[in-house]
């Protein structure tokens, strides 16, 4: 798996952007204004991504690449070395899981602007 491949596929996601408010890195993927994941321009290749407190934590025992992520609350955030370790369908699964857990804590009014976007 290539950066790219995460790039575009975290694109691919509903109404989904990339910014750069940090500055030049790292990469930010938001829906709605809200951040589901980061993904750094240097090497080694990672991806943060927002994660439910319990599924994290299933994800951090079963992964040794998978770690909290770093300056992001580590309750709600993995970090996501990939590194050949982790099938890449999982890796799309996560991405999925982030984006869902952005688009379920939306307000009603938003989730309905977005679910009208791009019919």
Known sequence: MERDDLRMYCLSKKSAVEEFPFGEDPAVFKVMGKIFALL?????????LKCDPDFALILRETYPAVTGAWHLNKRHWNGVAIDGSIPDEDIYTWIDH??????KSLTKAQRQMLNKMEE
């Open 98 to 103: 982030a984006y869902d857990q952005i688009v």
């Open 40 to 48: 750094p321009l240097q090497e080694p290749l990672t991806i943060s």
